[in-house]
């Protein structure tokens, strides 16, 4: 299996100028504990994480270091250290030039990187073009599919995959986070909406692709809310910018 097979689609993105208040607000709003950071021209720069605000100065969780271990740590690490714990903007914060991987990474090679660098999720890249994130709740999604399924999926499914991301991803109601997989037909859409009606159309348009026998909707409603412990983890991307009002993990 390959990255592009348990991806998800549709992530929700911030800015590296964004205040990390709007970070922090997004975050929660999606119950998400991460976010990939885009610089203004689109490009992926770093990512933004839960953990990276274990230490800020808001809370008094900054480190706190005597003379001595000052002394060993050296001017620079003391500077960068004060950066992340006030800089009031995502780029100050963020972890920056995060490892990446591309659609046709295997999954093996996905999991030793993850464990190599000890990370939780991988940005997938089409060149220099952020096209999804892998995280390892979707390792999870994939073996429980495969439990209640059987073999992975064939060509026909993977087209019709394809075809149902095609025609949602381009809608003005699009969920954010979107993945979508697909065996023997059937469709399985999850991801965040917000508003049934949102949640409907993208059922809708999934039981219109060609070669959909059947479509289950694990979509849940930003309206309603899942359980507060509950991390979506990756899923086609979202900025901020583009879906103000609608709009997983330690630092890597």
């Known amino acids: 299996m390959r990255a592009h097979q348990i991806m998800a689609t ?4 911030v800015g590296a100028d964004s205040p990390i208040g709007e970070a922090v607000e997004t975050m929660l709003r999606y119950h998400v504990s991460g976010l990939p950071v885009l610089d203004a021209a689109g490009h992926l720069v770093g990512i933004i994480s839960e953990g990276d605000f274990l230490r800020r100065a ?17 001017v620079n690490r003391l500077a960068a ?18 490892v990446t991987i591309t659609e046709e990474t295997s999954l093996d090679a996905v999991a030793g990187i993850m464990e190599t660098h000890k990370v939780k ?9 952020l096209v999804g994130i ?12 495969l439990t209640r399924n059987g073999p992975a999926s064939t060509v026909e499914d993977d087209r019709i995959r394809s075809a149902i991301i095609a025609e949602i991803g381009q ?19 999850s991801g965040v909406v917000s508003s049934a009606n949102a949640r409907r159309a993208a059922v809708v348009a999934a039981e219109n692709v060609p070669g959909t026998r059947e479509v289950r909707d694990e979509l849940l409603d930003i309206t309603e809310g899942p359980p507060p412990e509950q991390d ?18 330690e630092p890597l």
């Not at 549709?10 to 993105?13: A, G, L, P």
């Not at 999720?121 to 073009?129: A, N």
């Not at 003005?172 to 997989?181: I, M, N, S, T």
Request: positive net charge.
């Open 134 to 145: 892998v995280t390892r709740a979707d390792f999870l999604t994939a073996i429980a599919r």
């Open 121 to 129: 999720r991988l940005p997938v890249m089409r060149g220099d073009r």
């Open 81 to 98: 250290d004060f950066v992340h714990e006030h800089g009031r903007r995502v780029g100050d914060v963020m972890t920056p030039d995060p």
């Open 10 to 13: 549709q992530v929700v993105t």
């Open 171 to 189: 809608a003005a109601w699009r969920p954010c986070k979107l993945k979508v997989a697909v065996c023997d037909g059937v469709a399985t859409l």
């Open 232 to 249: 979506l983890g990756g899923g086609d991307f979202v900025s901020l910018q583009e879906q103000p009002s609608t709009t997983d993990d």
């Open 58 to 74: 808001e809370i008094g969780t900054e480190r706190k270091r005597g003379r001595w271990l000052q002394f060993f740590a050296g």
